[in-house]
C-alpha cells in the first residue's frame, strides 16, 4: 500500500492532465483532447519559443489556460497587423490556420513570457492580456492521451533565430 501510494505521489508530482477546452490551439489541439503535462521540465530548463504549456491565467489563477511561447524574456515581440516579429526578426508559423487580426508591441522582462494561441483570432492570450509571469507556468504539453484516435505527442516548434528570419521547426 505504501509503494502505491510513493509512486501515486510521484507520478502526479512529475506530470499533471489537462483538458483541452476551447478552440484557441486549433489546428493543433482540439477541444476535448486531453494531454499530459510534464511539471518538472521547466525545473531543468527555461521555457524556449515554440514550446506549448500550460498556465495558471494571470487575472484568475484558479483557471489553467494552454497556449504556445512566442517570446521569453528579453525578446521585443512585435505583431503587425498579425505578422509576428521578434527582436526585428519575422517569424514563420507554419502550425497556425491564418495569422491573427490584431497588431501590438510588448518588451519582455525578466522570467516574463509571451504566450499566443495557435488559433490566433479566437484566443484569450498575451494580446489580449498582456505577459505571462514565469511563476504561472505549470508545465510543458507532453502527450494527447485522449481521445485515442488522437494518441501522441503534442505538436511543439522551435524557433531558429540565426538566419535573419525566424522559422519554426516541429521538435
Request: net charge negative; no cysteine; aromatic share 12%.
Amino acid at each position: 500500500m505504501l509503494l502505491t501510494i510513493l509512486i501515486f505521489w510521484a507520478v502526479n508530482a512529475a506530470t499533471g492532465r489537462f483538458r483541452i477546452d476551447g478552440n484557441s490551439m486549433e489546428p493543433n489541439l482540439s477541444d476535448g483532447q486531453y494531454i499530459i503535462i510534464n511539471k518538472l521540465v521547466y525545473q531543468l530548463r527555461e521555457p524556449q519559443r515554440g514550446d506549448v504549456v500550460v498556465f495558471q491565467y494571470p487575472h484568475d489563477p484558479s483557471r489553467d489556460f494552454i497556449k504556445r511561447v512566442i517570446g521569453i524574456p528579453g525578446d521585443e515581440v512585435a505583431v503587425t497587423r498579425g505578422a509576428i516579429s521578434i527582436n526585428g526578426q519575422p517569424v514563420e508559423e507554419p502550425y497556425i490556420a491564418q495569422p491573427g487580426s490584431y497588431s501590438g508591441r510588448w518588451t519582455l522582462g525578466p522570467d516574463q513570457f509571451f504566450v499566443l494561441g495557435d488559433n490566433r483570432n479566437n484566443s484569450s492570450d498575451s494580446h489580449n492580456w498582456g505577459v505571462l509571469p514565469r511563476d504561472n507556468l505549470v508545465g510543458r504539453a507532453w502527450v494527447i492521451y485522449w481521445p485515442v484516435q488522437d494518441w501522441g505527442g503534442v505538436p511543439h516548434s522551435a524557433f531558429d533565430l540565426s538566419n535573419g528570419r525566424a522559422s519554426a521547426a516541429g521538435h
